[in-house]
């Protein structure tokens, strides 16, 4: 069956600092593979998205994400982040026309 | 592009109650969809609309769950007869018709339920 996983309920960094959310999805098909930000009391915001072709992907906000077949993953990266930042991040798969989102991972920013 | 808006955007109602939110999508996008997010999870979804047509229900949606689309624009959700188990944000997104476009959904805010 389809899923996405993110291992990861609670990541805390310094503001500045490098970030990396893991996701991992199983798919028996090449997939198409998203990443959200929810901020509190809001909708969902698409970051950035992986279709086809080049397997690294830059989104909004400074965001990237890279595609990586072997390992079932698509993990997020942001290399300086902003306390603006602080947010839940949910990793999603698309499948038959609706998507598959993992549990999220909660970002906390420390100043 | 005015967004996906939902009414209301909080909702408390006592157990038994019927309740119903409303969805208005992006205007040039023929399809779309409700999700329900409880505490804790991802978004889960529940059924999906393509202009009028509702094609396809999750087994999550149960019969005390029903959706329209009536002339395939705006939606509503109405859940009838409330549990305690029915509190979550109920999520509405929208998107355009090619089939990969499909996939790429745009959120509204949510509406939040609570049952007392």
């Not at chain 1, 309920?9 to 098909?29: D, F, K, M, P, Q």
């Not at chain 1, 026309?97 to 909660?106: N, Q």
């Not at chain 2, 509503?76 to 997104?93: F, H, K, N, P, V």
């Amino acid at each position: 069956a389809q899923s996405v996983t993110q291992p990861d309920i609670h990541i805390t960094v310094s503001e500045g600092a490098s970030l990396e959310l893991r996701c991992n999805y199983s798919y028996g098909a090449t997939p198409y593979l998203f990443w959200y930000v929810q901020s509190p009391g809001q909708g969902l915001q698409l970051l950035l998205k992986y279709f086809s072709g080049d397997t690294l992907v830059q989104g909004i906000k400074g965001f990237e994400a890279e595609f990586k077949r072997s390992q079932s993953s698509f993990n997020l990266r942001k290399p300086s982040v902003h306390w603006s930042d602080a947010a839940e991040y949910f990793c999603a798969v698309g499948y038959t026309d609706k998507l598959i989102f993992g549990t999220g991972t909660r970002l906390q920013v420390f100043p | 592009d005015t967004g996906v808006s939902q009414d209301p955007r909080h909702k408390i109602t006592k157990r038994g109650q019927n309740v119903t939110f409303r969805c208005d999508p992006i205007s040039e996008h023929n399809r779309l969809y409700w999700y329900r997010q409880t505490l804790g999870q991802g978004p889960e979804f529940l059924t999906y609309f393509q202009n009028e047509a509702q094609l396809e229900k999750s087994r999550l949606l149960s019969d005390r769950f029903s959706a329209e689309r009536p002339k395939g624009s705006f939606s509503t959700l109405e859940i009838q007869r409330t549990e305690q188990g029915d509190s979550a944000m109920y999520l509405c997104a929208s998107s355009s018709p090619d089939s990969v476009g499909a996939l790429k959904q745009y959120f509204g805010p949510g509406t939040r339920l609570t049952v007392t």
